[in-house]
């Protein structure tokens, strides 16, 4: 049972990234998954949310607008469509089992966006 990151990488301000997370060894459509990024010196916090089916997201106000969460059940793929990032995008970005209370996390990957 794991979830496991990957795209992360140096992006210029302005770009774009796609982040992947690949599950294994669940019944990855019964569960929402989520996005979580964690910057040094900060807490960890909430990017984005998706319902199992993928009819339902949510997303921290500082990412609306510019990134997409989305998800392929046959593949037990969630990705993170990162468009027009900023500097303060820069962080480990984490994917997690469950729509709240995680119960299951990745690795993370890193994200920097700087020039």
């Known amino acids: 049972v794991q979830v496991v990151e990957s795209g992360g990488g140096l992006v210029q301000p302005g770009g774009s990234l796609t982040l992947s997370c690949q599950a294994s060894?669940?019944?990855?459509?019964?569960?929402?998954m989520s996005w979580y990024r964690q910057a040094p010196g900060k807490e960890r916090e909430l990017v984005a949310q998706?319902?199992?089916?993928?009819?339902?997201?949510n997303y921290v106000e500082s990412v609306k607008g510019r990134f997409t969460i989305s998800r392929d059940n046959t593949k037990k793929v969630v990705a993170l469509q990162m468009d027009n990032v900023k500097p303060e995008d820069t962080a480990v970005y984490y994917c997690?089992?469950?729509?709240?209370?995680?119960?299951?996390w990745g690795q993370g990957t890193q994200v920097t966006v700087s020039s």
């Open positions: 997690g089992r469950k729509w709240n209370a995680i119960d299951l």
């Open positions: 060894g669940f019944s990855f459509n019964r569960y929402g």
């Open positions: 998706i319902s199992h089916d993928g009819r339902e997201v």
